[in-house]
C-alpha cells in the first residue's frame, strides 16, 4: 500500500501500535508525521503529457535560447533575505523582529551557510582591540547565538577572553531553525536565486534600477518572489550582479575543511608526538576540525569549483591516512 493511501489508522495497525502506544514510544510526538499520513485525499500519481514544458531551444543557428515565460509568484513579503549563512539569518532576525514580513531563501536544506555545511566552526576576528585593550568584537545577534549555543549540549567551545570560539556545526543548524521559527520568519529552502526581478522604472534619486524582489529556481522551476526590499546575503552576490549593482570580483583562497573523530581513544607511548593534520578541537570531545588553505582562485566558475572539489576530498583522504598510519591512531 502506498503512504499516501494510508489513514493514521491503517499506519498504526500496520505498525502494530495502538495510538497510546505511539504516544509513549515517542513516535507521537511527531505531529507533522501523524499530518502527513492523514492525507488520505492525495493522489498517488498525477499524469503529465509534456505539453507545458517550455524547454531552452537550440536553434538552428547554434544560437541556445532561453524562452520568454510569465513567471508564477510564489511570495510576496516586506524584506526577501536571499542565502541563508549566518549573515542572512541575522539579517532575516533582525527584519522580523522589527514586526516587518520577512521571507528567507536558502539554496540548501539548512542554514548557516559556509559555518555548517562548510565546516567553517572557528569564529575568527572575534576579538579585537581598543587601544591597547582586547575587547569582544562580536555583539548583538552573533553574541546572542553563541550564548543560546552555551545552553545547548556540545554547542560550542572556547568561549575565553581571548580565544577563538568553535561551534558545532549540528547544534548551530538546530539553533538557527529555532531562532527563524521563532521569528516567524516564512522559509524558501531548496530554492537556488538565478535572477533579481528589477521594476521597469529606475530610481528617481539615483538612477539606479529598483529591486523588487528574486526569482527562484526550484524543482518546479523558476517562480518569483516580490519584495519591497531585497537584501543579497548569497555571498557570491548572486541577486545585485543580475540587478546590474557595479561590484568588485576578486579571487579567494578555497579550501576545504573537515572533521576528524574518535581521536579520544588514542593512546600515544611516551614522548611521541601526534601526526600533522590533527587541526582545532571542537565542542565534541575527541572530534576535531582541520582548516585547509586552498589555491586563490575563481569561487563562481563552475569548472574551478568542480576541479578543487575533486582535489580536495583526493588531498583529505590523503591526509587522514597520514594520521591512520601514525602508531596508535590506527
Ligand atoms: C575555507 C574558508 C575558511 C574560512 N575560515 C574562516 C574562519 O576561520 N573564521 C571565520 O570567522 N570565517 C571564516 N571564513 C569566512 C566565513 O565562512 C564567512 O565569513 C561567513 O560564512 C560569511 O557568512 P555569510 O552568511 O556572509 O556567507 P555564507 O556563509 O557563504 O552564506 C551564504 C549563504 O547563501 C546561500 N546561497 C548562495 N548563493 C545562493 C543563491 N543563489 N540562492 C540562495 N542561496 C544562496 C549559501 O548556500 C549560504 O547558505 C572562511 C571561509 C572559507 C571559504
Known amino acids: 500500500m502506498f503512504l499516501s493511501e494510508l489513514t493514521r489508522r491503517d499506519l498504526l495497525k500496520t505498525l502494530g501500535l495502538g495510538a497510546t502506544a505511539l ?42 535560447v532561453r524562452p520568454q515565460i510569465a513567471l508564477p509568484t510564489i511570495g510576496e513579503t516586506d524584506v526577501l533575505v536571499v542565502g541563508g549563512g549566518p549573515a542572512g539569518c541575522c539579517a532575516a532576525i533582525a527584519a522580523a523582529r522589527l514586526g516587518l514580513k520577512t521571507t528567507l531563501v536558502e539554496r540548501y536544506g ?58 558545532d556545526a549540528e547544534v548551530y543548524k538546530y539553533l538557527l531553525v529555532e531562532m527563524i521559527t521563532e521569528a ?3 522559509v524558501f529552502l531548496h530554492s537556488w536565486a538565478i535572477d533579481a526581478i528589477v521594476d521597469d522604472k529606475t530610481d528617481p534619486a539615483t538612477g539606479n534600477p529598483i529591486v523588487r524582489g528574486a526569482v527562484i529556481q526550484t524543482k518546479l522551476g523558476p517562480q518569483a518572489i516580490l519584495a519591497k526590499q531585497t537584501i543579497d546575503t548569497t555571498g557570491d552576490g548572486d541577486v545585485f550582479v543580475p540587478a546590474g549593482a557595479a561590484h568588485t570580483q576578486r579571487l579567494y583562497n578555497i579550501g576545504l575543511p573537515y572533521r576528524i573523530g574518535n581521536l579520544d581513544r588514542v593512546k600515544l607511548q611516551d614522548g611521541q608526538k601526534p601526526p600533522r593534520h590533527l587541526g582545532d578541537v571542537t565542542p565534541v570531545p575527541g572530534v576535531r576540525w582541520v582548516n585547509m588553505t586552498g589555491p586563490s582562485l575563481d569561487g563562481v566558475d563552475v569548472k574551478t569549483l568542480s576541479k578543487l572539489e575533486l582535489n580536495h576530498r583526493k588531498q583529505i583522504w590523503k591526509q587522514i591516512q597520514e594520521v591512520r598510519n601514525t602508531p596508535g591512531y590506527e
Do not use: C, Y
Not at 500519481?45 to 531552452?56: C, F, K, M, N, Y
Open 184 to 186: 516567524n520568519i516564512e
Open 110 to 167: 539548512h542554514f548557516g551557510g559556509l559555518a555548517t555545511g562548510g565546516l567553517v566552526v572557528h569564529i575568527l576576528g572575534h576579538w579585537t582591540l581598543e587601544g591597547d585593550k582586547k575587547v569582544q568584537a562580536t555583539q548583538g545577534l552573533g553574541e546572542e547565538m553563541m550564548k543560546r549555543l552555551e545552553g545547548l549540549p556540545n554547542g560550542i567551545v572556547n568561549r575565553e577572553f581571548g580565544r577563538n570560539p568553535t561551534l
Open 23 to 64: 504516544g509513549v514510544s515517542g513516535l507521537g510526538s511527531q505531529s507533522a508525521f501523524a499530518d502527513f499520513v492523514s492525507q488520505k485525499d492525495k493522489t498517488v500519481g498525477e499524469l503529465h503529457d509534456g505539453s507545458r514544458a517550455t524547454p531552452v531551444k537550440l536553434r538552428v543557428d547554434g544560437q541556445i
